[in-house]
């Protein structure tokens, strides 16, 4: 092993910055690893996402599947209803969007920060973020909004699909139309379930491109809702969705109140308690494709590399555990012995 210590910052304590530490954490290499996120506390929050394909072994060789399997949102299929709540199709676990392994983001991210806390050599700074790179022949000067300054032998990207520390690592002829809105936003949340409540993805397409969903959690008192606004052309943006969005939170909130009161179904109890949700979060769907992750010391990972529509986490966690492969690369490059 090299005597040398390889110094890593990650930008981004979402799901793929502490997977990938996680993993670099446990090769053979001395590491002193450093995670750097913007929000002042973790984020962990976040409604269903699946785990599928190779993802599910990554995650069983990160010893973490039976506190995934406990995490369960309890989903047995998906549904799609008409606006008086009549089903009119279903499908079962493997049969539809609904896979064997359902957790919430928030569970999921609290899974990863509690093991990559446990092991030593990777600390989390919050409240920070990344705003300024130089890259030298032999290591990256860093310097953070906060002010301070340090330097380090490798800089990883994983502050999600608007990732600023993007464009500090790639140079914008590399980045240019990358970034591909694809004309759909989806505002998550959670609100108060009733006993009533089946323990099925509900899915109702109403008119005009709006779409709502509701879909179980593990506990017994709250629930996931989803409120989908689709525009008719990919890459269309609406332009009050866009104002409101900028404006923040509760702004937000009230439109999405104008958009979706007449919409049916479940649209007046998905209103009432988005009022109440303190989790809410909301988000554009877009398409990141890079042509390159890397530049010489620096790598881009996550979202903020390949975002795409509902596979997102699960490749996340593929790549973070591939990209070990760059580092023998890496040190091959630069001429140290791993
Ligand atoms: C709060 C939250 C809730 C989510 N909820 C859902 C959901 O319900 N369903 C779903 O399918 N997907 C959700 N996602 C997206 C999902 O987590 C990702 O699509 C996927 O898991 C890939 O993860 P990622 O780590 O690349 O990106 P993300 O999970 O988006 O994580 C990126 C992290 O980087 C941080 N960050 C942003 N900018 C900076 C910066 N400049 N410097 C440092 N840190 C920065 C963010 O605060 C975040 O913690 C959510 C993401 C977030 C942040």
Redesign the pocket.
């Known amino acids: 092993m090299s005597a040398l210590k390889l110094k890593v910052l990650i930008?981004?304590?979402?799901?793929?910055?502490p997977c990938f530490a996680n993993w670099l954490a446990k090769t053979r290499l001395d590491t002193s690893i450093t995670i750097?996120?913007?929000?002042p506390s973790p984020?962990i929050?976040?409604?269903?996402?699946d785990i599928r394909g190779p993802a599910v072994e990554i995650i069983k060789g990160m010893k973490l599947i039976e506190g995934v399997r406990s995490r369960h949102t309890t989903e047995e299929g998906t549904a799609f209803l008409n606006s008086s709540g009549k089903v009119f199709a279903q499908f079962n676990v493997g049969d539809s969007f609904t896979a064997e392994y359902e957790i919430l983001?928030a569970d999921l991210?609290g899974l990863f920060l509690e093991a990559t806390e446990g092991l030593g050599n990777i600390q989390y700074i919050y409240g920070?973020?990344?705003k300024s790179l130089e890259q030298t022949n032999k290591d990256i000067n860093v310097t953070f909004t906060g002010g301070s300054k340090d330097t380090f032998d490798l800089v990883v990207a994983?502050?999600?699909?608007?990732?600023?520390?993007r464009s500090l690592i790639l140079d914008d002829q590399v980045l240019k139309d990358t970034y591909n809105f694809l004309g759909q936003y989806t505002a998550?949340f959670s609100i108060p379930s009733r006993p009533t409540d089946p323990k099925l993805w509900q899915w109702y397409n109403a008119s005009k491109g709006l779409g709502l969903m509701l879909r179980p959690h593990r506990n017994t008192s709250t629930m996931?809702a989803y409120l989908c606004i689709t525009m008719p052309a990919r890459g269309q943006r609406d332009p009050v969705v866009e104002d409101a969005m900028d404006k923040g939170t509760e702004d937000t909130k009230r439109m999405m109140h104008k958009y979706f009161e007449n919409a049916g179904w479940e649209a007046k109890r998905i209103l009432d308690g988005m009022d109440h949700a303190e989790d809410f979060?909301i988000?554009r769907a877009a398409q990141v494709k890079l042509p390159k992750w890397t530049n010489e010391r620096a790598l881009v990972?996550?979202?903020?590399a390949f975002?795409t529509f509902?596979v997102?986490?699960s490749?996340?966690i593929e790549i973070s555990f591939t990209q070990k492969k760059f580092y023998s690369n890496y040190f091959i490059h630069f001429g140290v012995l791993i």
Do not use: N
């Open positions: 930008a981004g304590a979402g799901i793929a910055g750097v996120e913007r929000s984020r929050t976040g409604q269903s996402i983001r991210a920070d973020s990344v994983a502050d999600g699909s608007t990732s600023k520390t998550f996931g979060y988000s990972l996550g979202d903020a975002a509902g997102g986490t490749l996340a």
